[in-house]
């Protein structure tokens, strides 16, 4: 449990509030002093839940700050507190999501750019009250509020602690590999990952919200097959039927400046242009 020297319950009009970028719980209300003292104890919770988050993820720097959700139109904290505990309450829980514009393999391997994807950015729940539903609690509120489904999440970075959960409660269990910090499951494109997508965000070029790209990834990464089953396909050289593709992870090969001929190497150049002897 986190207590705070001042009394949250004023802040906590329920037990779960939202906190945007005015630092302001979602249900406040009250005038400007009133607003003042609001943000400034915000500010200390947020970022003491925030290191809390942090050094139980072995990170050097948290993710959350005040500072940082200030900055960020498109981020939203959650918080779970007990009003009961202690004499001030105590907060036990965060999670902050966002959305953000991802380049994202799909199941078949293409890339696919995906603007404002619903992003999973920390999570943390206090060790004293971990494992007793509150984590549960506090993600089904942010999915109902955000009317997202779990599946539909990119997250980022997850701890071993939160793919259990995620595998526990919602059942993802299967992973899309990217190129990148962020996990996805089956289901994030909705058509199966047979490359249609199905518009976890807005729209960039294609009805769907996601724009199949020649993206840096593809150029950056080179042709690989990441399938689980790679090395038996590969030794009997079977033909890839569009269900084999699906567990595939290919890509184009390099062009541009990342698949430029490699200069010749002038000694090469000297040797073959000398007399034979
Ligand atoms: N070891 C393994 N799995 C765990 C653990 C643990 N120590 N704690 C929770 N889980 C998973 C398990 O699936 C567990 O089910 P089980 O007890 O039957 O095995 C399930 O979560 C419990 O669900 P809840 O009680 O609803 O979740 P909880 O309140 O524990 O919150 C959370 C889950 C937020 C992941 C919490 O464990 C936590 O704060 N962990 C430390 C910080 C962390 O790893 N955060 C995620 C970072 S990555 C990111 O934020 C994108």
Not at 43 to 68: C, H
Not at 162 to 181: D, E, T, V
Not at 223 to 251: F, H, K, M
Request: charged share 20%; net charge positive; glycine share 10%.
């Amino acid at each position: 449990m986190v207590e705070f020297r001042f009394d949250i319950k004023p802040l906590f009009a329920q037990p779960i509030i939202k906190v945007t970028s005015n630092l302001l719980p979602n249900t406040f209300r009250g005038d400007r002093r009133q607003c003042l003292d609001a943000t400034t104890k915000m500010t200390e919770i947020i970022d003491k839940l925030g290191q809390l988050s942090a050094t139980s993820q072995g990170l050097s720097k948290p993710v959350t700050t005040a500072q940082r959700l200030r900055m960020c139109d498109n981020q939203t904290i959650y918080l779970l507190a007990d009003n009961e505990a202690g004499h001030n309450g105590a907060v036990l829980g965060l999670l902050k999501v966002g959305t953000k514009n991802l380049y994202l393999f799909d199941g078949t391997g293409k890339t696919r750019m995906v603007e404002q994807a619903p992003s999973i950015l920390d999570f943390y729940v206090h060790e004293s009250r971990q494992r007793s539903g509150l984590g549960k609690r506090l993600f089904q509120t942010m999915l109902n509020e955000e009317q997202w489904t779990a599946s539909k999440c990119s997250v980022d970075r997850p701890s071993e602690k939160l793919l259990s959960f995620l595998s526990k409660h919602y059942g993802l269990k299967r992973i899309i590999p990217q190129a990148n910090n962020f996990v996805l499951y089956e289901g994030f494109f909705n058509d199966g990952e047979s490359g249609n997508g199905d518009g976890n965000g807005h729209d960039h070029g294609t009805p769907n919200g996601l724009h199949i790209t020649n993206s840096p990834n593809t150029h950056l990464f080179g042709a690989t097959y990441l399938g689980e089953d790679s090395n038996q396909r590969r030794g009997s050289q079977q033909q890839t039927t569009p269900n084999a593709r699906l567990q595939q992870i290919t890509q184009i090969s390099p062009s541009g400046r990342y698949g430029a001929k490699r200069p010749t190497c002038s000694m090469a150049e000297v040797l073959r242009d000398a007399p034979q002897a």
